[in-house]
């Protein structure tokens, strides 16, 4: 990106709100109004990867795009990160709980440094609980109005689940972004499974998917798989997909997000359907 964001790019913050998906090579951003159509704006700010402090690299790019720090009505900080894991919600409510079962997971003497965050998903007896360096934590919350830190995975629940509530048949969601699958499976009012892999060949997608099918015990020829995402990888692994399993579709774009700009086709799909899982 050669152009910074400036604040001029929207006029009254009061009326816009920005999310922002924070990677470790780079920060993507949309910001949108909450009041006209075809205002989003989106950019990827790459990271400087070679940096010894990673905070520091993405303090930087903040600083130097000052509509990041406009005054928005309301902001969304979601980082993606392989260091979570979920938990019934009863349990997750219970913080001297969770800090244990935290502190067994990862042992005090090897993450130091980090803070636990939990999501709690609304109607679905699950949270999920992640860890992301104190720094980064801190940042975020003196720098922007205390908002909301959320895992990558965390809106991808609540869009899905809201999708989902109709019909018998079990359901999963795969989304493919840069090199990485994110599968989620429901069972009634709970999600059996949600995780994140790293793949170098969409082949690799297809094994991670049809494992995680396995453990979740969903039938192959009853129960349903919603692809989305990168529509390369999407396109790839489609029919070897429907080799195996009778009902592969792609998940169908939010018709709400298209008013807000063509832009919410490129931007990250973590980012453009935040606003419909409020």
Known sequence: MTDKLTSDLIGDPNIWRMAMLISDDALDV?????VED???LYRHIPLDTAAADRVKAL??????????LAGFDKVWCVVRTRRFFT???????????TAEITSAVWPAGGSPGFTAITNHLEGLDTSIVMEIPRPLAGFLRRTFDNPPILHHLTPLCRYFHGKGRLGNSGRMYAHFHKGQVDIISFSRSTVALA???RYR???DAIYYIMAC??????????????LC???AVREETTPQLREYLAYVMPVIFPSAVFKTGKNALSAPFYLTILPLCE
Do not use: C, H, I, K
């Open 30 to 34: 949309v910001a949108y109004s909450t």
């Open 38 to 40: 075809n205002s989003m």
């Open 59 to 68: 303090e930087e790019v903040v600083y130097e795009n000052p509509l990041l």
């Open 87 to 97: 938990l019934p919600q009863a349990v997750a409510s219970d913080d001297v709980l």
């Open 195 to 197: 995780n994140s892999y």
């Open 201 to 203: 060949d969409p082949m």
């Open 213 to 226: 099918r396995n453990m979740a015990g969903l039938d192959p020829m009853a129960d349903e798989l919603f």
């Open 229 to 231: 995402g990168d529509t």
